[in-house]
């Protein structure tokens, strides 16, 4: 057995053990950032959606609009998508400590779509654990990182995120195609 082939079943191993503590049933992502469509935004702008944060045991927070904080449940319906967070260096209660005083700041907020909304919220409680050394993370980067680094739940909640988009960018299309034929 080769050492190459070795490494890919340990890496392997490892890839399992870490989507064991995911229960897509019972949607507990621990140490994720989570993601969900936005009715009719995300079906124009699929790259727009609600975010939550989830503490060590897999339960979402997610901020859902002025003074609320949803608590194992988000707003716009069950994740589509996550973002799997390494967390060597912060314990379990650390990190639960983070998500809670998070969750107790934006009890306190009024929600703005635009500057302080879903995404902030996430983005503040990585600022209070210190994630990754870095204590600057914004709506901005929880969005680009959800995107570019988030994995779908399931083949339907990729349907469920990009369907929607698909079929108005189709009828567009079929419209302007049948206008030009006029």
């Not at 589509?80 to 998500?99: F, M």
């Not at 990754?132 to 929880?142: A, K, Q, S, V």
């Not at 959800?146 to 779908?152: C, L, N, R, W």
Request: charged share 15%.
């Amino acid at each position: 057995v080769s050492t190459q082939s070795t490494w890919g079943r340990n890496k392997m191993a490892a890839m399992l053990e870490k989507d064991a503590r995911i229960d897509r049933e019972r949607d507990r992502y621990p140490y994720c950032v989570v993601w969900t469509p936005l009715p009719l935004i995300t079906w124009f702008l699929p790259f727009i959606g609600h975010t939550g944060i989830c503490n060590s045991s897999g339960v979402i927070y997610d901020f859902a609009g002025p003074y609320t904080v949803n608590e194992d449940h988000m707003a716009f319906g069950r994740p589509t998508r996550y973002w799997a967070l390494p967390h060597q260096g912060i314990s379990p209660t650390e990190w639960d400590a983070a998500v809670d005083d998070g969750a107790k700041e934006y009890r306190r907020r009024m929600h703005n779509l635009c500057c302080d909304n879903c995404h902030s919220h996430v983005a503040m409680t990585l600022n209070l654990m210190g994630y990754n050394g870095f204590t600057e993370w914004t709506m901005f980067h929880i969005g680009l990182y959800m995107y570019f680094k988030g994995s779908f739940v399931s083949t339907g909640g990729m349907i469920r995120t990009w369907l929607p988009f698909l079929i108005i960018a189709t009828i567009i299309a079929l419209a302007c195609s049948w206008r030009s034929f006029s």
